[in-house]
């Protein structure tokens, strides 16, 4: 699979809620946003890339992708991200990443699009530290842009869990070894954590 087969997104439409209810794409993170960091370090790993968000679209848009907030005002979750971006990707392929996650593998697409092939959607799986059990990792994923009626049903029944959705489909997990890379900052001390090498 070609980069070009593949747009980038990166999800930034959530309501900040564990972190006070702050825009969290726009915390700063090592000298710039959480969703600049996210978009920079996707770049070099697909082909168009684009932004949901549902705040600051005014913000978000001066950094020169599109920006296409949730269909509805629900904030159903980053499934809701998922769908905007399945609704207006123009690649056989989507590869999302959450703001929230600054050190997501710099090879994290390539892998997943390995495994494509005989796949609907592709997401990373690591091993929990301290229980050894395995960890998927369902917000960072690949997805072919065909899912996007049938994730909009899923919705509409009121589905919210990614991997709920994803267990419905042909859904590959790939094993990464780091599970650090896909750390997530839900609050102000995650974000400090983060920070720190």
């Known amino acids: 699979m070609n980069m070009s087969d593949i747009t980038g997104l990166v999800l930034a439409g ?13 915390q700063p993170f090592e000298g710039q946003p959480l969703a600049r960091r996210a978009l920079e370090r996707l770049r070099p790993q697909v082909g168009p890339l684009m932004l949901n968000a549902n705040r600051h679209l005014d913000v978000y848009a001066a950094w020169g992708v ?16 998922m769908l905007a971006g399945l609704r207006h990707a123009d690649t056989p392929w ?4 959450p703001c929230d ?9 390539q892998r997943l699009a390995a495994h494509a092939e005989a796949a609907d ?3 990373p799986v690591t091993l929990d530290p301290d229980t050894g059990r395995r960890q ?3 917000v960072f994923g690949l997805l072919r842009r065909s899912l996007a009626d049938h994730l909009a049903g899923f919705l ?19 094993p990464f070894a780091d599970a650090r890379a896909f750390a997530n900052a839900n609050t102000a001390q995650d974000l400090a954590r983060l920070s720190r090498p």
Do not use: N
């Open 136 to 138: 998927p990792q369902p």
């Open 14 to 26: 959530g309501l900040g809620r564990r972190m006070g209810g702050v825009d969290k794409g726009l």
């Open 101 to 109: 996650g600054p050190h997501f593998p710099p090879d994290l697409v």
């Open 156 to 174: 509409a029944d009121g589905g919210r869990q990614v991997e709920a959705w994803a267990a419905r489909l042909r859904c590959v997990q790939v």
């Open 94 to 97: 989507l590869a999302c990443v």
């Open 66 to 81: 599109p920006v296409w907030p949730d269909a509805d005002d629900q904030f159903a979750g980053p499934l809701a991200g």
């Open 121 to 123: 959607v592709v997401m």
